[in-house]
């Protein structure tokens, strides 16, 4: 069994105060955790979250990143400047950047390389919509986001890569997947990887399920044999609540 890793994505929440405040509770109740434990916060808290977190167990990642070194596109962030400024990881391609950003298939896959090629690990969002599912689509829509997302990776890139199933009607919405859905639609997608990358790299994979993990279910999930951990919204913004999903299993 694979030991779990738990990441907290804050989304547009804390402002830097509020972020020193959450970081600080939350230090010393993760600190003897077995799991990975990553925070992923807005660009403002970055400095803030890699100062507080030097020397602890808890890593930090940014929410985005642009798939350009450098230039005119005011308003975006390059891989460079997270990773100089100590950020390990990105979310790329997260529902509501694909929803209300447009991002696609395409934009992800070209943010995944900018990401890999300056040494961040990404957190690649995947996950059908309630009509997707409801539809019989489901399977369809994502194994096109992992072939057309994942065109281009490599089996060794692939081993830097993290993978949120996430499906959006789960997320923050208090609906989740039940176990066995996150498991089913999880161990799906590790056979679509298996297909392009063998079983043995598609098996070393971590595919996190997302959509309203919370400290009530959390066990449940994580005791899934595909589910390798969890991508939390609403429930990381507490530090008593995120701490009780990173311990619930391990
Ligand atoms: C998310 O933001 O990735 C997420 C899963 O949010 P929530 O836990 O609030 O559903």
Not at 226 to 235: E, K, P, Q, S, T
């Amino acid at each position: 069994m694979k030991n779990k890793i738990i990441a907290g994505n804050w989304k547009m929440n804390k402002t830097r105060p509020e972020a020193e405040a959450l970081i600080k509770e939350l230090l010393p109740l993760v600190a003897d955790s077995v799991n990975t434990v990553i925070i992923c916060v807005p660009y403002t808290d970055l400095h803030t979250a890699v100062q507080l977190t030097k020397g602890t167990n808890v890593h930090v990642g940014a929410q985005n990143c642009h798939w350009k070194e450098s230039g005119a596109f005011t308003g975006e962030i390059a891989p460079s400047m997270l990773k100089e400024m100590g950020v390990e990881y990105v979310i790329i391609g997260h529902s509501e950047r694909r929803t209300y950003f447009g991002e696609t298939d395409a934009t992800v896959l070209a943010r995944t390389q900018a990401a890999l090629q300056a040494g961040l690990k990404p957190i690649v969002c995947i996950g059908e919509t309630l009509a997707e599912r409801q539809s019989g689509r489901m399977q369809q829509v994502l194994t096109r986001q992992v072939v057309e997302g994942f065109k281009d990776i490599t089996a060794q890139q692939l081993a830097n890569i993290i993978v949120a199933y996430e499906p959006v009607w789960a997320i923050g919405t208090g609906v989740t997947a039940t176990d066995e859905q996150a498991n089913e639609a999880i161990a799906f997608v590790r056979g679509v990887f298996a297909q392009k990358y063998g079983k043995v790299a598609a098996d070393a994979l971590y595919i996190q399920y997302g959509g309203s993990m919370n400290d009530q279910n959390a066990a449940g999930l994580l005791a899934m044999s595909d589910v390798d951990g969890g991508l939390i919204g609403g429930a990381s913004l507490v530090a008593a609540k995120f701490a009780a999903i990173v311990h619930a299993h391990g």
